[in-house]
């Protein structure tokens, strides 16, 4: 954005002094809105490298690689509002060769496990997905094996909290699944 240079080139000695301080004050509203605009596209940069930054494994790998992350993590680290990183973010996508994602995809709530590896509620429901998927079809899993299945491989997590995510991914629960 740029302001029209007829504008900054006005011939004062013809206009009014009201006229004048009309202009002035135009181009005066006009720069700072230049000023905010730049300011939001430098602070979406800013976020979107530190997004970038952590979760690197999931533009490395995919999805069942995204990590536990939340808006508060971003602002500490770059030293700005967390209403900032919410408003800066809002409605913007980042795009990479697993797709397009609104940035508000990458701010995963999850679980950290004993072991203190975090594992998004995106990467969870991911493997469920695929536990399901692997299953018997003639004897379903149930969400307790599910559970078993999960703790074994070091996510510590709650049988309600595998039907909550079985449930988001609109999965049926055992016996519908069941196949005769």
Do not use: W
């Not at 971003?74 to 795009?95: C, F, P, Q, W």
């Not at 998927?133 to 709650?158: F, Q, R, V, W, Y």
Request: net charge positive; proline share 2%; hydrophobic share 35%.
């Amino acid at each position: 954005l740029e302001i029209n240079p007829y504008f900054l080139e006005i011939d004062k000695t013809t206009c009014s002094e009201e006229e004048i301080n009309f202009i002035q004050e135009k181009l005066e509203s006009a720069n700072n809105i230049i000023k905010s605009i730049e300011k939001r596209n430098n602070t979406l940069l800013l976020i979107s490298q530190e997004i970038l930054k952590l979760q690197a494994d999931f533009f490395k790998f995919g999805k069942l690689h995204i990590k536990k992350m939340s808006q508060k993590i971003i602002a500490d680290n770059l030293k700005i509002n967390i209403s900032t990183v919410s408003r800066a973010t809002s409605g913007k996508y980042l795009e990479c060769s697993f797709g397009v994602f609104e940035i508000k995809y990458f701010f995963q709530n999850g679980i950290t496990s004993k072991d203190n590896s975090s594992h998004s509620s995106e990467k969870i429901k991911i493997i469920i997905k695929d536990i399901i998927k692997k299953e018997n079809k003639k004897k379903p899993l149930s969400d307790k094996k599910i559970t078993d299945i999960l703790n074994l491989k070091g996510i510590a997590i709650s049988r309600r909290c595998v039907t909550k995510y079985r449930l988001e991914l609109n999965i049926q629960p055992t016996a519908k699944r069941k196949e005769y």
